[in-house]
């Protein structure tokens, strides 16, 4: 079972948003439901507040005793009276100079616990503040930028149109993710560690380039870590590398059976030319975990392997890259891992935030953790044991899944946006219904080779491109967690991205790229209510209770990679009686 927010009764008091996920349970599905499908077209503006920052924003607010604490990009923080919007105290973030910055200025928020609010920062810092003041109290650094080598676009051979193209980003290292705290320790991972060469686009409202994968020693091994809440000193760390057999069984298939077209004869002859692959393994953890309090477990996500796409250098399943992983929440030590993609070559990192619940199964209750992946379909495990129970039906569509690139390129779907992304989910456990954000846009795969020169041999090197001139869009989707059947599906018109908020109001409110931020009725999928703001809202919804009002808060500020307007709106509404 797992610990979920007690609700006082409507007008009785207040009711926080008080972790990541609400709570640890990360199910994202609020009990109050004063704005319902009968009263949400009465919702407007309560008030705005404009931090000056415009860039890609995607935190989830806290809100705990009538404020609210909200990471801007850049891992700028404000404290904001959360009926009025007027600002109480806001810290500055100094990054270091020069710091190689991997992954964009967004970060998901911060954690608030202890008298502390937490962030975890784009130059791999975990800073802690005082609640009151927004003074810095402690600021470590949770990893070594210096232990990243990089890829260069020198690599590229000199006739490649890709030579001319600026560079987005690369293998590093910082913190996307927001921390979680859980008995005296603040939970954070690193990202960017799996990264290949990403490539700016040339073309006009298409920010989103081509990613390069090399064979090499790029990148380093990702990690999840806990550190206590008063000193900020590190109390265990689980590395997203298997420090033994990172090879594992050179499966032919994922776990659930689908074929992986691999070389497995050519993988283990190689195997011997690499020893030191996993030392540059990936794994970046991108997900908040969610926590079991009664069994003393963790859940979280990891991300593709290094070098990104091209798998010559790195034989084998590349454990535990792109899977599920649960961890004793006290010792940080393994207790099993589902690996979604073995030896991934598709970017298919487990991303969107593990979520927990109570699963009918042959008869019995199950205590169950589902995951939204990127390859597009939902996963519910047992778990305590980590046992597939059920996988849903694709609620994306899948073309060549899992097969290799080729000189003349081939079209994949999901691509390596996926499917779901960071996003994350909202479960409704009483009814088990799933709803989740996804992403419609094909990719092309290519094999491209640098030719042999008289000093070096021949170099392949592999090329993923999101494709302009096919359809795009993206898909809201409710999922039958019994069946795993989809019993509605809502079609937007720019990829969906940023997260969801469901409620006991029988809503289901997610924003747009375009800057539509919208109430769906949680039955149908019917647009029951919509504001037009003015930048994408790609971060994920909140609501909360002060003196009997609820409100549903969220951040508009767009998103570099899609190309999504940015600016740096904080909106809240309420109902107008």
Same mark, same amino acid.
């Given at each position: 079972?797992?610990?979920?927010?007690?609700?006082?009764?409507?007008?009785? +008091?207040?009711?926080?948003?008080?972790?990541?996920?609400?709570? &640890?349970?990360?199910?994202?599905?609020?009990?109050?439901?004063?704005?319902?499908?009968?009263?949400?077209?009465?919702?407007?503006?309560?008030?705005?507040?404009?931090?000056?920052?415009? @860039?890609?924003?995607?935190?989830?607010?806290?809100?705990?005793?009538?404020?609210?604490?909200?990471?801007?990009?850049?891992? $700028?923080?404000?404290?904001?009276?959360?009926?009025?919007?007027?600002?109480?105290?806001?810290?500055? $973030?100094?990054?270091?100079?020069?710091?190689?910055?991997?992954?964009?200025?967004?970060?998901?928020?911060?954690?608030?616990?202890?008298?502390?609010?937490?962030?975890?920062?784009?130059?791999?810092?975990?800073?802690?503040?005082?609640?009151?003041?927004?003074?810095?109290?402690?600021?470590?650094?949770?990893?070594?930028?210096?232990?990243?080598?990089?890829?260069?676009?020198?690599?590229?051979?000199?006739?490649?149109?890709?030579?001319?193209?600026?560079?987005?980003?690369?293998?590093?290292?910082?913190?996307?993710?927001?921390?979680?705290?859980?008995?005296?320790?603040?939970?954070?991972?690193?990202?960017?560690? +799996?990264?290949?060469?990403?490539?700016?686009?040339?073309?006009? #409202?298409?920010?989103?380039?081509?990613?390069?994968?090399?064979?090499?020693?790029?990148?380093?091994?990702?990690?999840?870590?806990?550190?206590?809440?008063?000193?900020?000193?590190?109390?265990?760390?689980?590395?997203?590398?298997?420090?033994?057999?990172?090879?594992?069984?050179?499966?032919?298939?994922?776990?659930?059976?689908?074929?992986?077209?691999?070389?497995?004869?050519?993988?283990?002859?190689?195997? /011997?030319?690499?020893?030191?692959? @996993?030392?540059?393994?990936?794994?970046?953890?991108?997900?908040?975990?969610?926590?079991?309090?009664?069994?003393? %477990?963790?859940?979280?996500?990891?991300?593709?392997?290094?070098?990104?796409?091209?798998?010559?250098?790195?034989?084998?399943?590349?454990?535990?890259?792109?899977?599920?992983?649960?961890?004793?929440?006290?010792?940080?030590?393994?207790?099993?891992?589902?690996?979604?993609?073995? &030896?991934?070559?598709?970017?298919?990192?487990?991303?969107?935030?593990?979520?927990?619940?109570?699963?009918? $199964?042959?008869?019995?209750?199950?205590?169950?953790?589902?995951?939204? @992946?990127?390859?597009?379909?939902?996963?519910? &495990?047992?778990?305590?044991?980590?046992?597939?129970?059920?996988?849903?039906?694709?609620?994306?569509?899948?073309?060549?899944?899992?097969?290799?690139?080729?000189?003349?390129?081939?079209?994949? %779907?999901?691509?390596?946006?996926?499917? *779901?992304?960071?996003?994350?989910?909202? *479960?409704?456990?009483?009814?088990?219904?799933?709803?989740?954000?996804?992403? &419609?846009?094909?990719?092309?795969?290519?094999?491209?080779?640098?030719?042999? /020169?008289?000093?070096?041999?021949?170099?392949?090197?592999?090329?993923?491109?999101?494709?302009?001139?096919?359809?795009?869009? +993206?898909?809201?989707?409710?999922?039958? %967690?019994?069946?795993?059947?989809?019993?509605?599906?809502?079609?937007?018109?720019?990829?969906?991205?940023? #997260?969801?908020?469901?409620?006991?109001?029988? %809503?289901?409110?997610?924003?747009?790229?375009?800057?539509?931020?919208?109430?769906?009725?949680?039955?149908?999928?019917?647009?029951?209510?919509?504001?037009?703001?003015?930048?994408?809202?790609?971060?994920?919804?909140?609501?909360?209770?002060?003196?009997?009002?609820?409100?549903?808060?969220?951040?508009?500020?767009?998103?570099?990679?899609?190309?999504?307007?940015? +600016?740096?709106?904080?909106?809240?509404?309420?109902?107008? $009686?």
């Amino acid at each position: 079972m797992v610990a979920t927010i007690v609700l006082t009764p409507v007008f009785a +008091g207040d009711i926080d948003w008080p972790t990541y996920g609400l709570d &640890h349970s990360n199910r994202r599905y609020s009990g109050i439901d004063q704005i319902n499908t009968g009263n949400v077209n009465k919702l407007s503006r309560a008030w705005t507040y404009q931090s000056g920052i415009k @860039a890609t924003f995607q935190a989830t607010p806290i809100m705990v005793d009538r404020t609210i604490f909200l990471s801007l990009p850049f891992n $700028h923080v404000v404290a904001l009276d959360a009926v009025t919007g007027r600002q109480l105290w806001r810290y500055d $973030h100094q990054r270091k100079k020069d710091y190689p910055m991997c992954c964009g200025p967004a970060n998901r928020g911060v954690a608030v616990a202890d008298g502390k609010v937490f962030i975890g920062t784009v130059d791999a810092r975990l800073i802690a503040l005082d609640v009151q003041s927004g003074k810095v109290l402690w600021d470590i650094e949770v990893a070594d930028a210096g232990s990243v080598k990089s890829e260069s676009i020198a690599s590229l051979k000199d006739s490649d149109p890709l030579r001319k193209a600026g560079i987005a980003g690369q293998s590093g290292v910082g913190i996307a993710m927001a921390p979680v705290v859980y008995q005296g320790k603040v939970l954070i991972g690193v990202t960017g560690v +799996g990264f290949g060469l990403h490539l700016d686009s040339d073309r006009d #409202g298409a920010p989103l380039g081509t990613v390069v994968g090399f064979a090499g020693s790029y990148g380093r091994s990702g990690f999840l870590a806990a550190f206590d809440v008063n000193t900020g000193k590190r109390i265990w760390q689980f590395d997203t590398i298997a420090p033994v057999n990172w090879e594992g069984e050179f499966s032919q298939t994922t776990p659930d059976g689908i074929t992986l077209h691999r070389d497995i004869e050519k993988e283990r002859a190689d195997l /011997s030319k690499y020893p030191e692959a @996993a030392k540059y393994g990936g794994g970046s953890a991108w997900s908040t975990p969610a926590i079991d309090a009664k069994n003393g %477990l963790l859940y979280f996500g990891t991300g593709n392997p290094s070098p990104q796409m091209d798998g010559t250098s790195r034989p084998g399943d590349n454990l535990y890259t792109v899977s599920l992983v649960c961890l004793d929440v006290n010792t940080g030590k393994i207790r099993w891992h589902y690996q979604q993609v073995p &030896h991934d070559q598709w970017g298919y990192d487990v991303a969107s935030p593990a979520v927990l619940f109570d699963y009918p $199964h042959r008869g019995k209750l199950v205590p169950a953790v589902g995951q939204a @992946a990127k390859i597009g379909w939902y996963y519910i &495990h047992n778990r305590l044991t980590g046992e597939l129970l059920l996988k849903s039906e694709e609620f994306v569509a899948h073309q060549n899944t899992f097969t290799n690139p080729t000189p003349e390129g081939q079209v994949i %779907l999901p691509g390596v946006l996926g499917g *779901v992304s960071w996003s994350p989910t909202s *479960v409704d456990a009483k009814k088990l219904v799933a709803y989740v954000p996804a992403i &419609h846009w094909p990719v092309k795969y290519t094999k491209r080779v640098l030719p042999a /020169s008289p000093s070096k041999p021949a170099v392949e090197y592999t090329t993923l491109e999101p494709l302009m001139d096919v359809p795009r869009w +993206g898909v809201l989707s409710a999922i039958d %967690l019994a069946s795993g059947k989809v019993k509605w599906q809502r079609k937007t018109a720019q990829p969906l991205v940023g #997260g969801l908020l469901a409620t006991e109001g029988n %809503l289901v409110f997610m924003g747009e790229g375009g800057g539509r931020f919208n109430a769906y009725d949680a039955t149908t999928g019917q647009v029951l209510w919509s504001d037009q703001l003015d930048a994408g809202v790609n971060a994920p919804p909140i609501t909360y209770q002060i003196d009997g009002v609820q409100y549903v808060a969220v951040a508009a500020g767009g998103n570099q990679i899609f190309g999504y307007k940015a +600016g740096d709106m904080f909106q809240v509404y309420k109902l107008n $009686h």
